[in-house]
């Protein structure tokens, strides 16, 4: 099947985030049904273990089964990611990333916990991650060399104060606590998580591009291990028990946090897939769509007294008025994505690796390809203005002697084959 690629990144991300509501709200019962007790620590700790220990065996069951082969390919090259061939060992290559991967996503799962046992509306819980966006926007214009304009910079201001104003449901309290765990915890991490998992899935791995199965079992694995490291060490400080505790709770509850994990796995790999066609900042732009799909949730758990839900007519105004705000800024986010190919010819008699590393060192610069033929060099761009484009990149190749003469191409149109 071939998909414009902008309406495939739009669908795997869209996707991702109506998943990744009805998982919130899995957690949110599970949470509150069966680690509600006189300890919160400890009924966090035990919740972000047991997610981890099931999750791996959830995951290497999924992907034990994607794995088989249909008429030639995988199921899950086939509803999944093409590039997914069978379950393997991580390369060495992948081990960094992953490691970094691994590490935040174990302290964001801890964070993530503590957060349920302090809020109860799954709605509220997923306007609180989104403010993320922020965090993304400052680290990728430090890691892809992509400094964020005006109008991306006002469009994640207006999809932070929308997830903010959705987030104020438990009838206008402000828990100080909670704020801390997600200025301090989740989305810092959640930031280094996407960059990491998203430098994974660009990794050309057997010459083709890495694929998002393998990369979310393996970060469920990381996880895992650094989860059990850290409350390991808070057990031999402290003198808890905490890890035993959530042993037990990964027996108790079983069905349950597998089928949470199942569920998660799946809008990982979408939301993993879709950041190897996307900046980081876009996707958990899109991604704040999951607030307008937690509301549903957030009802159906209030109607069965799960869930705190606020019915108060000035409280749903504002969190109207919050999905408004994050639907335009991620519409805005949308008009503003430019791609362009820039064509060159180099002088006769000079080193192409030279220059390749010049044109790697342009801000925006996502590929450069090395070509026989008319052209020396094919570079792929990604910026969100066309005048951006030609201010900051046009003007840097100018400045390469060896460059004799280029064509820059917008890409009006583009396919994806799934």
């Given at each position: 099947m071939i998909i414009r690629k902008k309406y495939l990144f739009y669908a795997l991300a869209l996707t991702s985030s109506f998943i990744a509501a009805f998982v919130t709200t899995i957690d949110s019962y599970v949470g509150n049904t069966f680690f509600h007790g006189t300890d919160p620590i400890q009924n966090a700790v035990a919740f972000s273990f047991s997610l981890?220990?099931?999750?791996?065996?959830?995951?290497?069951?999924?992907?034990?089964?994607?794995?088989?082969?249909?008429k030639g390919k995988s199921l899950g090259s086939k509803l999944l990611d093409p590039s997914f061939k069978r379950l393997r060992l991580i390369k060495k290559s992948e081990l960094r990333h992953h490691l970094i991967a691994?590490?935040?996503?174990?302290?964001?799962?801890?964070?993530?916990?503590?957060?349920?046992?302090?809020?109860?509306?799954?709605?509220?819980?997923?306007?609180?991650?989104?403010?993320?966006?922020?965090?993304?926007?400052?680290?990728?214009?430090?890691?892809?060399?992509?400094?964020?304009?005006?109008?991306e910079v006002q469009s994640s201001i207006i999809v932070t104060f929308g997830a903010i104003l959705a987030s104020i449901s438990l009838h206008g309290?402000?828990?100080?606590?909670?704020?801390?765990?997600?200025?301090?915890?989740?989305?810092?991490?959640?930031?280094?998580?996407?960059?990491?998992?998203?430098?994974?899935?660009?990794?050309?791995?057997?010459?083709?591009?890495?694929?998002?199965?393998?990369?979310?079992?393996?970060?469920?694995?990381?996880?895992?291990?650094?989860?059990?490291?850290?409350?390991?060490?808070?057990?031999?400080?402290?003198?808890?028990?905490?890890?035993?505790?959530?042993?037990?709770?990964?027996?108790?509850?079983?069905?349950?946090?597998?089928?949470?994990?199942?569920?998660?796995?799946?809008?990982?790999?979408?939301?993993?897939?879709?950041?190897?066609?996307?900046?980081?900042?876009?996707?958990?732009?899109?991604?704040?769509?999951?607030?307008?799909?937690?509301?549903?949730?957030?009802?159906?758990?209030?109607?069965?007294?799960?869930?705190?839900?606020?019915?108060?007519?000035?409280?749903?105004?504002?969190?109207?008025i919050g999905m408004i705000l994050i639907v335009m800024g991620i519409i805005t986010f949308a008009l503003t994505q430019v791609k362009a190919y820039i064509f060159i010819t180099l002088k006769p008699g000079h080193a192409r690796k030279e220059v390749m590393n010049k044109l790697w060192a342009i801000p925006g610069v996502s590929h450069v390809t090395v070509t026989a033929g008319k052209y020396d060099f094919i570079v792929k761009v990604s910026t969100r203005t066309l005048v951006k484009g030609y201010e900051r990149i046009i003007r840097r190749i100018d400045e390469i002697d060896e460059v004799q003469s280029y064509k820059w191409n917008s890409v009006l149109k583009d396919w994806e084959n799934i």
């Open positions: 981890f220990f099931v999750g791996i065996i959830a995951t290497f069951i999924i992907a034990l089964i994607l794995s088989l082969k249909h691994g590490l935040m996503n174990a302290i964001n799962t801890i964070g993530y916990c503590a957060l349920i046992s302090l809020v109860y509306d799954p709605s509220v819980l997923v306007s609180f991650s989104q403010i993320v966006i922020l965090y993304l926007l400052l680290m990728e214009s430090i890691t892809e060399k992509n400094i964020p304009t005006l109008a309290e402000i828990n100080v606590p909670s704020l801390l765990i997600v200025f301090l915890i989740i989305n810092p991490t959640w930031a280094f998580f996407s960059i990491f998992q998203r430098k994974l899935k660009m990794m050309h791995i057997n010459g083709k591009l890495n694929d998002a199965i393998n990369i979310r079992f393996w970060n469920v694995v990381f996880s895992f291990l650094f989860t059990t490291l850290i409350i390991l060490f808070w057990d031999i400080i402290s003198g808890s028990q905490y890890l035993l505790a959530g042993i037990l709770a990964s027996i108790y509850f079983f069905p349950w946090l597998f089928l949470t994990m199942s569920t998660t796995f799946f809008s990982y790999v979408l939301y993993i897939r879709s950041l190897g066609l996307g900046n980081a900042s876009v996707n958990n732009a899109i991604r704040a769509s999951s607030i307008i799909f937690a509301v549903p949730f957030s009802i159906i758990l209030a109607l069965y007294g799960l869930s705190p839900f606020s019915t108060d007519p000035v409280m749903l105004i504002i969190k109207v």
